[in-house]
């Protein structure tokens, strides 16, 4: 016996070299095929050491999923343990008696070797049983196993069995051999028990079993190593080798995951700026347009994903239908690569990425052209939950963004919805394609004044904080909410802040994540400027996405500022006492909350705290978690531009996350971002539209719940609502229909108004006598059919009649359209009846013509019959000229920047204190108390007025701009009500 296991112990271990070592030098060839890494990845060996000895050996990223963690440990220790089991099992080839030296027989090396053998045969057992549980025969796309190659899994597990029971079998007949003073139970705890129970008491038996269990041992580890050096793309074994690496060369020697920040853009591993472009040559590749345009450290991700499905039982793309798997994809691209690298034929030919036929396959399909299909490339929300849950530190996310850049800079090749977003980023500034005059809208009407670098301050350093608004926060209804919230509460607190107000700019997440790099850089470049020029220090902003970049990437552009999310600031003048939520009023009343962690918050940034903390502190409030939260929270839908991308596959994450929520019981769905708070506030809606969903639920943001509750004697909940607000009138509610053809995954501004007014409608909403098939949050008052759109132009853009003479570039949503498009026209031109012969930068379709156009005046300003003074800049389009001028007192220091829908009142008598509401913008009537789930632009929830002559409105005529009226309307002197757009 002893000859045979030697000589085939010495045959299979020449077998195993001779492929093995051919296999780890192509494995190598083929990562070396990628680009150079950034230089950072070799920065702090020391502090690269620790943490990959702590995520290999401490288990600490495996033990996310607590039990499996274990039991892999279990299995991990003995895979280590069985090196060395291996090697002393050719020294037993000789002696079967042999022990190593110094430990061989020390206490704590036997019982380590015996308990990890157990431990080991158990742990894979559970593993084993696990998988056969979690199977996709029974769980389908459930299963974060499914598309994982099973017969390798199989191989590894039962491989993995057998050698961890061979310790102890082993280590039986040992026990039965050995006659010196070692051989007792306690040196051999455990298999002292199995030795007497299966093995024979003769000495030449037991030499024999020894011969063979060490001949058994050394067999299988030399198969496991030909099996696997004939097949390099087997993650689930080499894993337990490339790992090591893998983890040591992570993107952030701190031990961070490769989350918050993205890769930037590189060529040859040097980033590349916009003062490059014109050094690089015509062939250069911009991004990943190939397999080979990755770095090394990408290839090396692939070669060492272990097909564990962790990174796909969270992806909120593949929970709800769609191609996207984080795992498939590493799968596929490790294929596709390796083949490639071999020469296979087709693979050589093959575009990395591609359009198939539905059906045909997402990844390396048979036959086909491409490797991975277009839909899985644009469905990735860039939550970052595949990174976070890696045990092997893969960077999905830089990874999907590459691919990305390369089809936009280099391709052109992208979903046309973002056509529209990038033109609004690089012509105003913001996703939206507003004016950027009108970024201090929100600010009209609080009570106090909100300072503006440039005008109030010379630079921040007079005040404590920057409040970044940023574009949600601007533009959006909902988000002005939060945004005005925020400036109440910090003025509350004593807290000094500034804001830029025109000269702030979009921060460019959204284009960054799309893959339009330089014009995230040209934007960041501006920002930074303005930071710079303003001796910026200290920030404060509302949006998780904004928060992220700033903190996070413009270090990039050599500026280090301090970013907080308002969530963090707000809890720590709570807990330092500054802000007081009140124990009684209406701000207190009872009811549940439950907390929707956003993205860029929580796993890019590790808030999970902060806000939570806050919610807790409110008095009557009752929090409720959902299943998933935290690190396993579910996204929102709009990470990574989808914001502006319509879902055409499977089901609407957005209307998934809603359902979970709804399903806690939680009257208020609490949110820290606004793409969050658009996203979930339109799943909500459309669940309670299907009436699967209480009319009490609403989605809130955080700085909303703490203001009522700090301002007390405010209704906090629908639920709560005083009975003059639910006398308001509302048509029926109608059941939501199919996702529109395009747009963001929120609705759009500009789409038809719903039947029954939403929780967060706008007050210029107009109610319909019957069911809509399609509702939106925030639909428009002026939404026009379109006809023929012309090339880059919206689908509603009105045709023109006659060729107008001159269009401007920055024209407002309500301008004439041109006869031929402006490079950068508004989506919503109206048509002229006749050529203009002069366009301003900002006019309206209701302009009338003046005699000396005012700098910034209205196109809607009603001209008068004897010369009046320059209009005020940025005066309102409904602004009503008095009978005389007004004086001083009556205009006290005007608002720079006023809103489209303003309707100017009397001025207040001397004494007299002010409304809080601002008289210039409707869409702050009732702004005193923010109520939960009201507009800015709510209808004010007031017991009625004593009744007083009105004048009747006409129903929505037609508004005209060819000429001006003949007369001047007059002003009633106490007019008893604000007039509306179409009233008489």
Known sequence: MQIFALVASLALTLAALFVLIPAVRSMLRVIRMGQPASPSRTDDPVARTVTMLKETVLHTRMLQWAWVGVMHWFVFAAFLFLSTAVLGAYFQLFDPEWAWPIVGHWYPFEWFSEFIGALSTIGIVWLIVYRQ??????????????????????????????EGAAILFIRGAEFHLADHEHATRAHFPLSSWLGEALYPAGQGANENLVYFIAFFKIAMAMVWLIVIGRNLTMGIAWHRFTAWFNIWFKRESSGRTALGALKPLAVGGKAVTLDDIDDLDEDTALGVGAVEDFSWKGLLDFTTCTECGRCQSQCPAWHTEKPLSPKLLMKGLREHTYLKAAGQAGHAERALIGKGDAGEGFYNPEGGDFVVDADVLWSCTTCGACVEQCPVDIEHVDHIVDMRRYQVLIESNF??????????????????NMAPSARMDWAKGLPFEVKEVGEDLESLESVDWLFWVGCAGAFEDR?????????????????????????????GDSARRAGNEFVYQALAQENVETFKEFKVKKVVATCAHCFNTLKNEYKAFGIELEVVHHTQLLNRLVREGQLRPVASGDGANKRSITYHDPCYLGRHNQVYSPPRELLQALPGASYVEMERNSERSFCCGAGGARMWMEESLGERINMNRSTEAVGTGADQVVVGCPFCRVMLSDGVTALQAKSEAREEVEVLDVAQMLLASVKGGEAATKAEKTPAAAAVPTAPAAAPAEPAASGAAGPSLFEEAPAKPVSDGSLFDQPTTEATTSATANSSLFDQAPATPAPGASLFDQPTTEATTSATANSSLFDQAPAKPASDGSLFDQPTTEATTSATANSSLFDQAPATPAPGASLFDQPTTEPTTPATPGGSLFDIPADEEPTAEATPN????RSLFDIEEEPAAPGESAPVAATADLADVDETTLTGGRSLFDIPEATPPAPAPTQEPVAQPEPKAETAPETEPELNETPEKPKGLFDD
């Open 479 to 507: 988000a002005k909410k939060t945004t005005r919230a925020v400036a109440e509460l910090l003025h509350m607190a004593g807290v000094s802040f500034g804001v830029l107000g025109n000269r702030e700019t979009c921060t």
């Open 133 to 162: 549980k979690h199977h996709p025969r029974s769980e389908g796309r459930g299963s974060r196993f499914f598309g994982s190659t099973f017969w390798q899994a199989y191989f590894v597990e039962y491989l993995a069995l057998f």
């Open 894 to 897: 005007p608002t720079p920047s």
């Open 415 to 432: 979903p046309a919805e973002l056509n529209q977003l990038f033109k609004g980023l690089e012509n105003r500034g913001n996703p939206w």
